[in-house]
């Protein structure tokens, strides 16, 4: 199985309703209300930067969309961990651990990630 990751067009409904769903407060099975975090990473390639916004929902199964401007949106979930928090889904990898973090896509080089300064919060 791989990530889902499709091109800008295709998302933007997809983008748009996730931004939408973690403004407001969303019911779990247990009937406890619950925000999705949103963070700002500022991820290094090679030879270029990328923005990434992270939405980490903590519903069941635990979760984070990584969405990309562009390119579009990347779903993963989480995963076991020994250190940090590691989402992953197929080939694609995306591991926490403080305000640093390393986004392996496929077979493509992996992107370094730091957390951009006052970007965490709940995204309301």
């Given at each position: 199985?791989?990530?889902?990751?499709?091109?800008?067009?295709?998302?933007?409904?997809?983008?748009?309703?996730?931004?939408?769903?973690?403004?407001?407060?969303?019911?779990?099975?247990?009937?406890?209300?619950?925000?999705?975090?949103?963070?700002?990473?500022?991820?290094?390639?090679?030879?270029?930067?990328t923005e990434?916004?992270?939405?980490?929902?903590?519903?069941?199964?635990?979760?984070?969309?990584l969405l990309?401007?562009?390119?579009?949106?990347?779903?993963?979930?989480?995963g076991p961990?020994?250190?940090?928090?590691?989402?992953?889904?197929?080939?694609?990898?995306?591991?926490?651990?403080?305000?640093?973090?390393?986004?392996?896509?496929?077979?493509?080089?992996?992107?370094?990630?730091?957390?951009?300064?006052?970007?965490?919060?709940?995204?309301?």
């Open positions: 199985m791989h990530a889902s990751r499709c091109g800008a067009a295709a998302l933007r409904p997809l983008i748009a309703a996730l931004l939408a769903a973690s403004a407001t407060m969303a019911t779990t099975g247990a009937g406890q209300a619950e925000v999705a975090i949103r963070t700002r990473y500022l991820c290094k390639g090679q030879f270029d930067a990434v916004t992270a939405l980490f929902f903590n519903n069941r199964p635990s979760e984070v969309v990309t401007g562009s390119e579009g949106a990347t779903r993963l979930l989480q961990s020994g250190s940090g928090a590691r989402y992953s889904q197929g080939d694609d990898v995306f591991w926490i651990k403080g305000d640093q973090a390393t986004w392996q896509q496929g077979r493509a080089r992996a992107l370094q990630c730091e957390v951009s300064s006052g970007s965490r919060g709940p995204t309301r």
